[in-house]
C-alpha cells in the first residue's frame, strides 16, 4: 500500500516519539513533520541528481522497486546519515524540545504564542505529506520540492523563533530572581 506510506510512517514516528521515548505529542508530531519533510527535500535532491546523470529516469518517482530506487534510496540513507552525524557532533537541532521523558503531569498552555506556532508548524508538515502522495503519483517533482522546501522552511523558522522564545524567558526567569535578592 504505497499510496499510505508517508502518512502511516509520519503516524509511526509521532506514536514512537510519545510512547517510546516519551514526548509530548505536539513537539512528536512538530519533529516527525519536520524530519519528514527534510528527508523527502533529500531524497527529491538525490533523485534529481541520479536523473541528471542517467542513473534514474523521471517515471521512476512513482516505481516502488528497481535498481533505480534502490540506488536512490541507498545515497538518500547514507547522507542521510552523515547529516545526522555532522549535526550531532556541531549540535545542530532543535534546541528549545527539552530532553525527553517530559512531564505530563505539569500542565501546559496550548494557546501561548510559542505552542501555537508548533501547533501550526505540525499541521503544515501534515498536509504537506498528504500533498506529496498526490504530487508523487503525478510525477511533479518541482512542485513537491517547492512545497516540501517551502513547508521544511516554515518549520526552521518556526524552531529557531522557539530557541529565541526560550531564551527570552531564560533570562526574563533570570531578572526577575536578580530583583527579588
Same mark, same amino acid.
Given at each position: 500500500m504505497p499510496k499510505f506510506d508517508f502518512p502511516l510512517q509520519y503516524l509511526l514516528m509521532v506514536l514512537f516519539l510519545r510512547f517510546g521515548l516519551g514526548i509530548k505529542t505536539y513537539l512528536a508530531a512538530f519533529s516527525a +513533520? $519536520? /524530519? =519528514?519533510?527534510?528527508?523527502? *527535500?533529500l531524497q527529491l535532491f538525490v533523485y534529481i541528481f541520479a536523473n541528471f546523470f542517467g542513473v534514474a529516469q523521471p517515471g521512476v518517482i512513482s516505481d516502488t522497486a528497481g535498481s533505480s530506487i534502490y540506488v536512490i534510496q541507498l545515497a538518500s540513507i %547514507?547522507?542521510?546519515? %552523515?547529516i545526522s552525524f555532522? &549535526? +550531532? #557532533?556541531? *549540535? %545542530?537541532g532543535f534546541s528549545f524540545i527539552i530532553q @525527553? @521523558?517530559?512531564d505530563f503531569l505539569k500542565g501546559e498552555n496550548y494557546l501561548s504564542p510559542l *505552542? #501555537? &506556532? %508548533?501547533?501550526?508548524g505540525s499541521l503544515i508538515s501534515f498536509v504537506t505529506i498528504l500533498v506529496t502522495l498526490y504530487m508523487l503519483y503525478n510525477s511533479n517533482t518541482i512542485g513537491l =520540492? $517547492?512545497? $516540501? =522546501?517551502?513547508t521544511f522552511g516554515i518549520s526552521y523558522f518556526l524552531s529557531? #523563533? /522557539?530557541d529565541y522564545e526560550d531564551a527570552r524567558n531564560a533570562i526574563e526567569a533570570h531578572r526577575i530572581r536578580n530583583k527579588e535578592s
Open positions: +513533520g $519536520s /524530519g =519528514l519533510t527534510a528527508y523527502i *527535500n %547514507f547522507t542521510a546519515y %552523515f555532522v &549535526m +550531532g #557532533k556541531y *549540535n %545542530f @525527553p @521523558p517530559h *505552542n #501555537k &506556532m %508548533f501547533i501550526i =520540492l $517547492s512545497i $516540501s =522546501l517551502l529557531e #523563533k /522557539g
